[in-house]
């Protein structure tokens, strides 16, 4: 039931844009955004509702597709902060699935 | 506002042995998650806890327990530690019930290593 996030690993140079998709095989109410980086705590992003209630970060945005139980993370124009593990988080029943993780690394 | 506090931050045991980590709540929030985190599972549910009272758990031997306190600190207990509980144990506080609807704030977390 973990959802599962593509891809594994992108690199990028500082400016560049980036999509991050994660998938999951049970329907979706909401989802998260959390950004974790190295021995550090994850730190919140964004949450998007069912019925298409977004809350989260100004330069950071998702789209939530309900029907595809799926639901995508844009970066756009990256700066070096952005770098880290992106996981995107769904509830499934009394559970919280975290997903299986985007590592993310801008290169100046 | 302080943050979600842990303590301890690393810890060492050995097999066999029980362990006790403590988590505080941003002032006001009810709600204390904890999740376990490892290389090859990523990060994993344990259990919700708010207004005292266990709501939510992940699928987790029954030697992983935990409680909260009237003023939303929790603890999380281990026992009869084995290797593979060698982990990142973070805890996160949100406002309301309910990890799927509400922002969560995580702590620091405590490194355990099982020895």
């Known amino acids: 039931q973990q959802p599962v996030q593509s891809p594994q690993a992108v690199i990028l140079r500082e400016g560049e844009d980036a999509v991050i998709n994660c998938s999951s095989s049970k329907a979706l109410y909401s989802v998260h955004w959390y950004r974790q980086k190295h021995g550090e705590a994850p730190v919140f992003l964004m949450i998007l509702l069912k019925g298409g209630e977004q809350k989260g970060h100004e330069k950071i945005s998702a789209s939530f597709n309900e029907k595809k139980q799926q639901s995508s993370l844009y970066l756009t124009a990256s700066q070096l902060s952005y770098s880290g593990t992106y996981f995107c988080g769904t509830s499934a029943g009394n559970q919280f699935y975290f997903g299986t993780g985007t590592s993310l690394t801008v290169i100046p | 506002k302080a943050g979600v506090t842990q303590t301890p931050r690393y810890l060492i045991k050995t097999r066999g042995q029980q362990v006790t980590l403590s988590c505080s709540p941003i002032?006001?929030?009810?709600?204390v998650s904890w999740y376990q985190q490892t290389p090859g599972q990523g990060l994993q549910f344990l259990f919700e806890y708010f207004s005292e009272t266990q709501r939510n758990k992940g699928n987790f031997p029954g030697r992983f327990s935990g409680r909260q306190f009237s003023n939303s600190r929790s603890e999380m207990n281990v026992s009869t530690l084995e290797l593979g509980d060698s982990a990142l144990y973070l805890c996160?506080?949100?406002?309301?019930?309910?990890?799927?609807?509400?922002?969560?704030?995580f702590g620091p977390g405590t490194r355990l290593t099982v020895l």
């Open positions: 002032s006001g929030h009810r709600s």
């Open positions: 996160a506080s949100s406002q309301r019930l309910g990890t799927g609807s509400d922002t969560q704030y």
